[in-house]
């Protein structure tokens, strides 16, 4: 397991450079982000379950599914060149419109994974409570302003 959570953080610095390669076919692109943003909100919400209270707190599980989540949350911004904005995607044109407002917003969910897998590793229920609000919020306001229902 620990070599395991030690290759997702070396995954995490070295992969989004691999990610900045241009995809061959915009369509490439929407299935990239699209994949990083379901396996993202698979382990995001096994930890939702945690801290809703339907699942019970099993302090190793809560880690492992934060470290993925923290590695998948630098994934899927790379993967939005202009031209993307095909008919099976939701993104909104603003992406492109507000581009730097989409990249901050990348930016803080980075911030904010990296805090809650932080907090998985204290064991600290509560801050891993705390944390997983925060970037919940992150998702929402991307989803709000970026992302078509
Ligand atoms: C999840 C998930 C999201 C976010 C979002 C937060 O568990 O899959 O996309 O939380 O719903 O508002």
Known sequence: MKK??????????????AANAQFAKVEDAVKYRQSALSVMGTHFGRIG?????????DKASVER???IVEVMAA?????????????????????W???EKFASNGDKLQTDTARLSAAAKSGDLAA???AFGSAGQTC??????FRNK
Do not use: Q, R
């Open 65 to 67: 599914d934060a470290a």
């Open 128 to 130: 891993i409570k705390t």
């Open 75 to 95: 994934m899927p911004w790379s993967a939005f060149p202009a031209g993307s904005d095909l008919s099976n995607s939701k993104a909104k044109p603003e992406i």
């Open 140 to 145: 929402k306001s991307c989803h709000d302003n």
């Open 49 to 57: 379950a945690v801290v809703k209270g339907d699942k019970p707190y």
């Open 4 to 17: 395991m959570i030690l290759s997702l953080v070396l995954a995490s610095a070295v992969l989004p450079i």
């Open 97 to 99: 419109k507000e581009h």
